[in-house]
T-cell receptor, first 108, second 116 residues
């Protein structure tokens, strides 16, 4: 079945540094979604990418969808302590396959 | 808008008992609801897809007689963990889809189940 791999598993950064998490699928995706889960919380939808090569920005967050629609990345510029949490990519249509998530810790 | 609630938020039960978890969409009608299981510091594992008025579709390896799902209305789905055992202890999260929101899933706050 479809698999979605996500790296790195953990990332500790100093506040102000950048952060990137990468997602790769074994198959072409119809779309990819990104979620953030704060410690002790539940996943919250961030964005959905649909088009090949699509790039979307939300303030300091930049999301990319690869040309082949098999990979994606989330980049955070100048991390803040409020960015801590686990970032998940999820591929597919209505039924999502989640990546393992990247745990982000930010040291102030 | 698009709020999903789950009840209870935490439950501790004895081995062999059954536990029912409710998932409600509070301000919208959910065309589809999903049930996930999440282990500590791990990803979400889809257990089943629930559509109102029809039988749930279970993922491979998930026992449908163990995890009973009922989707009685467009705003309520329930997951019953039958004859719970310690290995069923986990964080169970539901999510809901609604039309017009472009496949965005709205997640409930989750239920922490501990089986003694």
């Amino acid at each position: 079945g479809q698999q979605v791999m996500q790296i790195p598993q953990y990332q500790h950064v100093q506040e102000g540094e950048d952060f990137t998490t990468y997602c790769n699928s074994s198959t072409t995706l119809s779309n990819i979604q990104w979620y953030k889960q704060r410690p002790g919380g539940h996943p919250v939808f961030l964005i959905q990418l649909v088009k090949s090569g699509e790039v979307k920005k939300q303030k300091r967050l930049t999301f990319q969808f690869g040309e082949a629609k098999k990979n994606s990345s989330l980049h955070i510029t100048a991390t803040q302590t409020t960015d801590v949490g686990t970032y998940f990519c999820a591929g597919g249509g209505n039924k999502l396959v989640f990546g393992a998530g990247t745990i982000l810790r930010v040291k102030s | 808008g698009a709020v999903v609630s789950q009840h209870p938020s935490r439950v501790i039960c004895k081995s062999g008992t059954s536990v029912k978890i409710e998932c409600r969409s509070l301000d919208f009608q959910a065309t589809t609801m999903f049930w996930y299981r999440q282990f500590p510091k791990k990803s979400l594992m889809l257990m089943a897809t629930s559509n109102e008025g029809s039988k749930a579709t279970y993922e491979q390896g998930v026992e449908k007689d163990k995890f009973l799902i009922n989707h009685a209305s467009l705003t309520l789905s329930t997951l019953t963990v039958t004859s719970a055992h310690p290995e069923d202890s986990s964080f169970y999260i539901c999510s809901a889809l609604t039309s017009g929101r472009n496949n965005e899933q709205f997640f409930g706050p989750g239920t922490r189940l501990t089986v003694l």
